[in-house]
């Protein structure tokens, strides 16, 4: 009966994440031949096939959303309210196919990614013009994204890592091909980056509801609503105060010291049972 229930919940987890067509998506993946843009020794291997990575998303969709332009443009060209979990699968998907796929096949999906982001552009609420393949937007958007998978696994990860600094360099590698100039390839190198971003950095009306959404009301079943809000709260212990305030979320280090990481590893222990 427990194995039952492990398989309902895991078979319920992996569609909402990966999709219906998950395991044609795995098998395309994995059973591709050809060479791999990373050995199976490299650090982004391993960092990506934890769990940690569910906290780490939504962290870096958290912090990102702190940018006006970036935030504008997923404001007016995405679908993240009415289909929050086709994006997700999407993302997850592009993740799947550049980390463990044919290098053939990773580098078709980058050109994919970049056609989309080409037709993405617009105005801000605040006048100024944005385009999605802007060099300067897309390595904030990397930055933060490995910040986040970074922090989290350091915090959540089942094995951490000895050598961060190659997880950076492997990111860096998608990220040269995605037209990211000159992208940090070292954790010091990393942190210099994200900095530098801070002036630019503002908590919009958009950014909040985004935060709103993303935290309390993402539509889920309610035997999930639970689990959810433990991994809801440890993505946002785990961001700076400084990312925080502008986006109205609390600080709370007594609590998040204690109870919250507590519950966020517990929660990391749970999901690596489901999935087996």
Avoid: N
């Avoid at 309210?81 to 994006?87: A, E, L």
């Amino acid at each position: 009966m427990l194995e039952a229930l492990r398989r309902q919940l895991s078979d319920g987890l992996f569609e909402k994440v990966a999709g219906p067509e998950r395991e044609k998506h795995a098998r395309r993946i994995h059973d591709a031949p050809g060479p791999r843009l990373f050995a199976d020794d490299r650090p982004i291997r391993h960092v990506h096939a934890d769990h940690a990575m569910f906290i780490g998303g939504l962290r870096a969709l958290l912090l990102q959303s702190l940018h006006p332009l970036a935030m504008a443009a997923v404001a007016q060209h995405s679908d993240y309210r009415t289909d929050p979990w086709g994006r997700l699968q999407r993302t997850g998907l592009f993740v799947g196919v550049t980390t463990y796929g044919s290098a053939e096949h990773a580098h078709e999906a980058i050109e994919r990614l970049a056609r989309v982001h080409s037709f993405i552009h617009g105005t801000a609420p605040d006048g100024r013009p944005y385009r999605a393949d802007d060099p300067h937007l897309l390595a904030w958007v990397h930055v933060a994204e490995v910040d986040s998978f970074l922090r989290c696994h350091r915090k959540y990860g089942e094995k951490p890592l000895d050598d961060y600094d190659g997880y950076v360099a492997d990111m860096a590698v998608i990220a040269d091909a995605m037209g990211v100039p000159d992208p940090p390839r070292t954790v010091a190198a990393l942190d210099a980056r994200l900095d530098s971003y801070r002036a630019e950095l503002k908590g919009t009306p958009e950014a909040r509801e985004a935060a709103r959404f993303l935290l309390l009301r993402a539509p889920l079943p309610m035997l999930a609503k639970g689990p959810y809000a433990i991994l809801a709260a440890t993505a946002v212990a785990s961001l700076p105060v400084w990312a925080r305030i502008p986006l109205r979320l609390p600080y709370l280090p007594i609590a998040e010291a204690t109870g919250v990481r507590f519950a966020g590893h517990a929660l990391m222990r749970g999901l690596r049972w489901v999935t087996g």
